[in-house]
């Protein structure tokens, strides 16, 4: 099983980017696909997680503007970032989940499987 990350870059203060992270070697539309970030110095937090049937979870820090989703027929989730803050930089780390439970799903041990990671820097 593999994730692969990709999308992240350099952008402003304000600015948006898109992140993606492929799946391959098994499906996971069942179960949770979640992002991660690890910024330098600290330890790697939750972001947001999305289970099947779509329902969604956000870190408090960026509800409102990030939003996850996910195309089962594609076998990849992304995560759409906007107003983008300095305090955003940070490695992205994708993960799956296959057999989430609810009240485990912001919990890095939840995950399985982990895709590589992708910096994503915030300007000010």
């Known amino acids: 099983v593999q994730l692969q990350a990709s999308g992240g870059g350099l952008v402003q203060a304000g600015g948006s980017l898109r992140l993606s992270c492929a799946a391959s070697g098994r499906t996971f539309s069942s179960g949770a696909m979640g992002w991660f970030r690890q910024a330098p110095g600290k330890e790697r937090e939750f972001v947001a997680a999305?289970?099947?049937?779509?329902?969604?979870y956000y870190a408090d820090s960026v509800k409102g503007r990030f939003t996850i989703s996910r195309d089962n027929a594609k076998n990849t989730v992304y995560l759409q970032m906007n107003s983008l803050k300095p305090e955003d930089t940070a490695v992205y780390y994708c993960a799956a989940a296959p057999r989430a439970i609810l009240s485990m799903i912001r919990i890095r041990s939840t995950y399985d499987y982990w895709g590589q990671g992708t910096l994503v820097t915030v300007s000010s």
């Open positions: 999305i289970r099947s049937g779509g329902f969604t």
